[in-house]
């Protein structure tokens, strides 16, 4: 596997599907990640990351970045930051959080948690692709077909 195709993993967690399907939409229009890997819970991101119960046989790589909605069942998304921040292997991951909260406690609990971005849903893509950039992580999630070929 060469190593355009490692870079550009991203994690969506996110349990309402008009908002994957809007995310996703975006992500493409952008040319953004080679690949999406959709969580539908926090429970289901905390199994991606740790390479647990379906995931097992994931391959090992971080995703480049994980967008992350707060307000998920089963564990929420500051749940799932706190756990993320206290793992070595996981806390330099860049974290963009996605919610429809204009909550200030939200934020300031995000950004006490260590996250890089915070976009208000609905998602200003302009603002999201912006916060992408900033992390420094836009070369890792950008992709660029080789010149000459057919995007699928």
């Not at 996110?14 to 990640?33: F, G, K, Q, R, S």
């Amino acid at each position: 596997m060469e190593t355009m195709n490692k870079l550009g993993r991203i994690l969506l967690v996110e349990d309402d599907p008009n908002d994957v399907e809007l995310t996703l939409t975006a992500l493409e229009e952008y040319n953004l990640a080679n690949e999406v890997i959709v969580a539908r819970d926090g429970e289901e991101a905390l199994d991606y990351l740790y390479s647990r119960g379906k995931f097992k046989t994931r391959s090992s790589d971080n995703p480049a970045v994980m967008l992350l909605d707060l307000k998920l069942p089963k564990v929420d998304g500051l749940e799932v930051l706190k756990q993320i921040k206290c793992d070595e292997k996981l806390k330099m991951m860049p974290v963009v959080v996605l919610t429809s909260s204009k909550e200030e406690r939200d934020m300031v609990a995000s950004y006490k948690l260590g996250v890089n971005a915070y976009v208000v849903k609905p998602v200003d893509f302009h603002e999201f692709v912006n916060a992408i950039k900033e992390l420094g992580a836009f070369w890792a999630v950008i992709n660029e077909p080789p010149p000459g070929s057919v995007r699928k």
